[in-house]
């Protein structure tokens, strides 16, 4: 369930103005997405910072959007259908 919007209240990731979603490929040559955010509290900026995907996770997100944004409220088995996540500082 969603919580209830409001931007001057608490810590919000927003995109950045300007900036737009790249592709970037790393040294091992995989491809990554890159989703450059700013970091507010309480509506004001504390900082930036990128969400790093992979094609897969972009993917996801990119299907998982759409299915929202057509009125598709059916659930979906997100964790079984969701990449596996890996945490490592890929900068």
């Known amino acids: 369930m969603a919580s209830r919007y409001d931007p001057a209240h608490g810590w919000r990731l927003d995109r950045i103005p300007g900036r737009n979603v790249e592709q970037i490929q790393d040294e091992d040559?995989?491809?990554r997405v890159v989703v450059p955010l700013m970091i507010l509290l309480n509506g004001r900026w504390r900082g930036d910072s990128d969400v790093w995907l992979t094609r897969a996770e972009?993917?996801?997100?990119?299907?998982?959007?759409?299915?929202?944004?057509?009125?598709?409220?059916?659930k979906q088995q997100a964790c079984e259908?969701?990449?596996?996540h890996s945490f490592a500082g890929r900068r």
């Open 29 to 31: 040559g995989s491809v």
């Open 81 to 84: 259908d969701a990449p596996a």
């Open 58 to 74: 972009a993917e996801a997100l990119h299907a998982e959007l759409g299915r929202t944004l057509a009125g598709e409220q059916e």
